[in-house]
């Protein structure tokens, strides 16, 4: 078995530059796969309540769910880092209860760090959770759970403020930084600043690693992409056709043959 993905071994490629890979997974099956093919990262992103539960953001997750999901994925992986991401409320509150709840994570789920939301507002978030030793990755740029103070789901631009971000995350103790809807050159110009990984999505080429939702990625769902999405695959199309025939053939009668069944 090849040895854990790490903090360290993270930081370690980006000196190296090796690029990270990492991908969200929700359940078992899925990180199995992701885990068995060389992923870097599993992300239990909160979009768990867009391409899973249906919802319309990633608002209503809560905490349970989210400890619930990681939990399943933490079990499939056994060199990917896991990641679980903090639900909107689980850590904008009071501090003890930020750090309360990002424990669970690794108490709780067997997850190896947590994503939260934000630049210099939850930098006092960020330094409590790393001395509580809980390693922690941030992610600023468009940030979902800000959807209605942000007018929706927009690329942000303000470049100075998205470097001081980026420099005020990795001062308070974050380990890596996702970089989300962020035109290119800005992103590029943030990961040769930082010493930490960033992570990539609707951000260019230049990150030191890429992230995508599976679900989009696996053409699981029917719903809209962004631009930034590359579709690997049609299981939405694949899984259709397999459940069609099924269908079909337990209505003429085809389905059990005799191969199916006992005598
Ligand atoms: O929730 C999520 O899946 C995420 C990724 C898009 C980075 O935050």
């Known amino acids: 078995m090849q040895s854990k993905v790490t903090t360290s071994s993270l930081i370690k490629m980006k000196q190296d530059k090796q ?3 990492a991908l969200t997974a929700y ?3 899925f990180a199995s796969m992701l885990d068995s093919q060389g992923i870097d990262m599993v992300l239990v992103g909160d979009s768990l309540g867009m391409v899973v539960q249906g919802k319309e953001n990633t608002l209503p997750v809560t905490m349970d769910e989210a400890v619930y999901h990681t939990s399943m994925v933490s079990r499939a992986c056994s060199r990917a880092m896991v990641v679980g991401d903090m639900p909107f409320m689980s850590y904008q509150g009071a501090l003890d209860r930020a750090v309360e709840n990002g424990g669970r994570f690794l108490k709780e789920a067997g997850a190896a760090a947590v994503k939260l939301e934000g630049g210099a507002d939850v930098c006092p978030v960020i330094e409590a959770l790393a001395k509580a030793g809980i390693p922690v990755q941030a992610h600023i ?3 979902p759970q800000s ?3 942000m007018g929706g789901f927009k690329v942000q631009r303000d470049e100075e403020r998205l470097l001081q971000d980026g420099k005020d995350v990795q001062n308070a103790g974050a380990f890596s930084v996702v970089l989300e809807g962020i035109p290119s050159p800005i992103a ?3 990961t040769e600043e930082l010493v930490i990984p960033t992570i990539g999505i609707g951000a260019g080429p230049d990150c030191d690693g890429q992230i995508l939702v ?3 990625m696996l053409g699981i769902n029917d719903r809209f992409l962004p631009k930034f999405v590359k579709k690997y695959a049609d299981l939405a199309a694949l ?5 069609s025939e099924y269908v079909e053939e337990v209505r003429k009668g085809s389905f059990p043959s ?3 069944e006992y005598k």
């Not at 899984?239 to 459940?243: F, I, L, P, T, W």
């Open 19 to 21: 690029k990270i890979t």
């Open 27 to 29: 359940d078992f099956p």
């Open 141 to 143: 740029g468009l940030t």
């Open 147 to 149: 959807v209605h103070q």
């Open 188 to 190: 590029a110009k943030i």
């Open 214 to 216: 599976l679900h989009d």
């Open 239 to 243: 899984a259709k056709q397999g459940v």
């Open 258 to 260: 005799a191969d199916y």
